[in-house]
């Protein structure tokens, strides 16, 4: 096998215009809005919304708890979403000396004789250098994730066990 194929990411539903991600954040600001303004309320920061009473005073401590527990909650899954988004762009090229992963500016590249095998990961699989070099994780997003990897596999780079990704 000869030559160079480039293979791309698709758009990503994590992070992209009508993603996931987008609206987690949404979600979490509305949250985290409802729960100031019952700490605030609660607080007598807010004339206009004092508790009269025990059940007015739950309810605005309801809406003060259960709002920023959810802002918390649903901020971690935004920079999640975000993460699994940086992880699934870009491009990824095979070529006669190796593999090289390219995000933006920044690119890696393993040659084959480096080149160990490859473990199946959440996200697609990762190629796992003999010694010493950077694993690159290849994003199961790409145009053509199973074309990506046959070519991997017709340069004689085979599956390793899940183990082998803890000694990188």
């Known amino acids: 096998m000869t030559g160079m194929t480039t293979f791309t990411a698709e758009d990503d539903t994590y992070a992209g215009f009508d993603s996931t991600g987008k609206y987690f954040g949404y979600f979490g600001l509305a949250a985290g809005a409802i729960g100031i ?33 959810l802002f918390v909650i649903l901020g971690i ?54 010694e010493g070099g950077k694993m690159i994780e290849i994003p199961r997003f790409l145009d053509d994730y199973s074309g990506c990897i ?8 085979g599956r390793l066990p899940p183990s082998r990704l803890k000694r990188c």
């Open 37 to 69: 303004t019952g700490w605030a309320a609660i607080h007598g920061h807010l004339p206009g919304l004092r508790p009269a009473d025990a059940v007015d005073q739950f309810f605005l401590a309801a809406m003060e708890w259960i709002g920023i527990g």
């Open 77 to 130: 899954a935004t920079l999640g979403s975000l993460g699994l988004s940086r992880k699934s762009r870009g491009t990824v090229t095979v070529d006669d000396l190796g593999v090289t992963r390219q995000i933006g500016e920044r690119s890696w590249k393993l040659r084959w004789p480096e080149l160990e095998g490859y473990v199946v990961v959440s996200g697609g699989i990762a190629l796992v250098p003999r």
């Open 150 to 157: 046959a070519e991997i596999e017709a340069r004689g780079v």
